[in-house]
């Protein structure tokens, strides 16, 4: 799992009204190199969550990145270049996804997390 897709995961169990952003418990991680595309980045800030996905980041041991996206994101070729690496060249392969309200943890299992809710969740 990336944390590109992290940051658009929530916890939607009956009763839960602020179930993001999940909180991950990484078991192991690993790095894939991706070809670097900072138009693709740039147009991807706007969407994010940031403080959300710096903690994320934090979370799987990732450091480096500011609390707040810079004024000058679009030409900061150092500041997009860690974007890239925390969006999309850490995978979680194994671990755990927790619902910051209910504690309702959900696997991630071969880099895939697993949301689907027991049949009293719905």
Same mark, same amino acid.
Do not use: Q, Y
């Given at each position: 799992?990336?944390?590109?897709?992290?940051?658009?995961?929530?916890?939607?169990?009956?009763?839960?009204?602020?179930?993001?952003?999940?909180?991950?418990?990484?078991?192991?991680?690993?790095?894939?190199?991706?070809?670097?595309?900072? *138009?693709?980045? +740039?147009?991807?800030? $706007?969407?994010?969550?940031?403080?959300?996905?710096? #903690?994320?980041?934090?979370?799987?041991? @990732?450091?480096?990145?500011?609390?707040e996206i810079?004024?000058?994101?679009?030409?900061?070729?150092?500041?997009?270049?860690?974007?890239?690496?925390?969006?999309?060249?850490?995978?979680? *392969?194994?671990? +755990?996804?927790?619902? $910051?309200?209910?504690?309702?943890?959900?696997?991630? #299992?071969?880099?895939?997390?697993?949301? @689907?809710?027991?049949?009293?969740?719905?």
């Amino acid at each position: 799992m990336r944390l590109l897709a992290h940051n658009m995961l929530a916890c939607n169990a009956k009763g839960v009204v602020n179930g993001f952003p999940l909180k991950i418990v990484p078991k192991e991680t690993r790095e894939v190199e991706v070809d670097f595309n900072a *138009e693709f980045l +740039t147009h991807m800030l $706007p969407k994010m969550e940031w403080s959300a996905f710096v #903690n994320a980041a934090k979370e799987i041991g @990732l450091e480096g990145l500011p609390s707040e996206i810079p004024d000058d994101a679009a030409s900061d070729e150092e500041f997009l270049r860690t974007f890239h690496h925390a969006l999309l060249e850490v995978h979680v *392969e194994e671990g +755990t996804l927790v619902c $910051p309200e209910s504690g309702r943890k959900f696997p991630i #299992n071969k880099g895939i997390p697993n949301m @689907l809710l027991n049949e009293d969740e719905v």
